[in-house]
């Protein structure tokens, strides 16, 4: 069934009938219709601060920092000063996995740790019961590092948890202790936190383990967060390709990961929003260079294995990779060739996150599935342009100024696409640029691409188009299945993964199929089926 009388700028139109004239004026701007054409990739305003009032997707900038960077390291211990809401719903929600099973290896991912502020320390300050959770961590695990996360009362009653983390590290001796300004309402999103997290992890561990990494083809993978096991997938992938992957920012990782990043040969960016200027920094300091990879799908698994190999040159390698996608592919082929007669023509929305609204993509269009409205919660401009970067730009190491820190990067890395010849001669003043994909050059002319879409919009868009299935989080999990489309996680993969490299497809493919062809969402009533006026404007034949 087709929509008939209706296009997307009027739907464009219809989501935004109903704001009063400053908030349209604002949302207009971050809802595109897609006309990429080639070098004229169109502009959407992205990283702004959402209009209060509008329920938005997006999280906060602790849940960046503690949540989403550090948290999955097993062996620091991470402690949230603030109320007890604040670790216990970071704890253990977003389903990253790590692997523990080497003997003496140390995991405090099954435990929250908070200081459980109340009334009196909020009236009177955190410090000494900040201290005094530190030293008690300290005393039952001696951990080589302790992390402390700010949380918004901490930013507005004003402890320094710096300075105690200073005091305690060095009252240890032996333990690195390092403090997070990653209040929750800093900067416009989680993007905020990972800034802060990302620039504190190379300032204070980056490069503090000197020895060398046995292996060949030695990699860093950058913005990889073993979410449902994908990481364990791709480290196997790796190893049957020969490639020793030594450090991967943050999915199944350990301290010494992270200390030890700067002895790799190659940084491969998988999620490029939150990690972009550790890989410049890399570059910059270490003179490791970085290119951007995708594990998800099938196809952009093969490329990424063969982007690598490029890199290195060696014909072992590339012959090696070769044999290993030979291998892999024709398990993966033959689950395609099963599930596209019932998936193929379906449509899809994916709204998450700042890097998998454009990944997943992929494995959709390896099922035949089209996407019809992407967007991201907090991704920035480049991650929408795929613009070119230019390596070694300065950032401001003060994560107390995040707000500052990501306006500046950004202002760095958005000047307006260039022409070839604008190329050329920055080129040969000794600039040198990168291009990546980005998520709108990807998608089809006609599709809406709409950037921190609200619960408004979210219903509109499910009650004028009736997608297939809708991708997003948990927020939005309930409410879009009460409108009787089928609803797919995509942060925490509901209960399932891992969907990265060849076997996460063939998982992938078995889900969406099963899902997309469930009778059981034709018995749900949406309101718009119980009142019809609502949507007698849309014609579908
Ligand atoms: S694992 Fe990553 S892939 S890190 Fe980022 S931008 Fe979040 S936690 Mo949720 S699922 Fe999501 Fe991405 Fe990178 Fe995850 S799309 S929102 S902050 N994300
Ligand atoms: C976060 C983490 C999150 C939330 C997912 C969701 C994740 O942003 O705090 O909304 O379902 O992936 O766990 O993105």
């Known amino acids: 069934k087709k929509l008939v009388n209706w296009t997307p700028t009027d739907i464009k139109a219809d989501m935004l009938a109903k704001y009063p004239p400053k908030v349209a004026r604002k949302r207009a701007s971050q809802i595109l219709v897609n006309e990429a054409l080639g070098n004229e990739t169109p502009e959407i305003s992205a990283n702004v601060r959402t209009i209060p ?38 704890w253990m929600t977003r389903r990253n996995q790590t692997d523990a099973s080497a003997e003496g290896a140390e995991n405090f991912m099954p435990y929250c740790f908070s200081t459980d502020m ?11 019961k900040l201290q005094a959770a530190i030293q008690e961590a300290y005393d039952l695990f001696h951990p080589k590092a302790i992390a402390i996360f700010a949380t918004c009362p901490v930013g507005l009653i004003g402890d320094d948890i710096h300075a105690v983390a200073r005091k305690m590290k060095a009252k240890f001796g032996d333990c690195n202790v390092f403090a997070f300004s990653c209040e929750g309402y800093k900067g416009v999103s989680q993007s905020a936190g990972h800034h802060i997290a990302n620039n504190k992890i190379f300032s204070e561990v980056v490069g503090e383990n000197d020895a060398e990494k046995p292996g060949e083809f030695k990699i860093n993978l950058l913005g990889e967060y073993n979410i449902g096991g994908d990481g364990f997938e791709i480290d196997r992938i790796l190893k049957k390709c020969g490639i020793t992957n030594i450090s991967t920012f943050s999915g199944n990782s350990t301290y010494d990961q992270f200390a030890s ?86 449509t899809a929305m994916l709204f998450v996150g700042g890097s998998r609204a454009h990944h997943y993509q992929d494995l959709f269009a390896e ?19 795929g613009r070119q970067v230019i390596p070694g730009l300065k950032v401001d190491a003060d994560s107390r100024n995040i707000e500052e820190i990501e306006v500046k990067a950004d202002e760095q890395r958005y000047a307006p696409r260039k022409t070839s010849e604008e190329m050329a001669k920055l080129e040969a003043a000794g ?14 002319h006609q599709t809406l691409v709409i950037d921190d879409l609200n619960q408004y919009e979210a219903e509109k868009l499910v009650e004028i188009i009736k997608p297939d299935v809708f991708c997003a989080g948990i927020k939005e999990k309930f409410s879009i299945q009460k409108l009787g489309i089928p609803m797919k996680q995509l942060h925490s993969y509901d209960s399932g993964g891992p969907y990265a490299g060849f076997q996460g497809a063939v998982n992938f493919y078995h889900e969406i199929d099963r899902l997309v062809n469930s009778k059981v969402w034709s018995y749900m009533k949406a309101p718009w089926q119980e009142n019809p006026e609502l949507s007698a404007t849309y014609v579908w034949e």
């Not at 990779?321 to 193929?344: C, F, G, H, S, Y």
């Open 261 to 346: 990043a700067h002895k790799a040969d190659l940084s491969a960016v998988m999620c490029h929003r939150s990690i972009n200027y550790v890989a410049d920094m890399l570059e910059t300091k270490f003179g490791i260079p970085w290119i951007k990879v995708n594990f998800i799908g099938a196809k952009s698994t093969a490329k990424s294995l063969r982007k690598i190999a490029e890199y290195f040159g060696d014909p072992g390698l590339t012959a090696r990779v070769e044999e290993v996608i030979a291998e892999e592919m024709p398990a993966v082929e033959a689950v395609i060739d099963d599930v596209l007669p019932r998936t193929k023509g379906k």
């Open 431 to 444: 600039l040198k640029f990168k291009e990546y994909d980005g998520l709108i050059p990807d998608m089809d």
């Open 367 to 385: 099922m035949g599935m089209k996407t019809l409205a992407a967007g991201y919660e907090f991704a920035h401009r480049d991650d929408y342009e």
């Open 118 to 128: 109340q009334d009196q320390d909020i009236i009177f300050g955190g410090e000494k």
């Open 53 to 90: 009032g509008i329920i938005t997707m997006r999280g906060c900038t602790y849940a960046g920092c503690k949540g989403v960077i550090l948290g999955p390291t097993r062996d620091i211990v991470n402690i949230t000063h603030g109320p007890i809401g604040c670790g216990f719903y970071s």
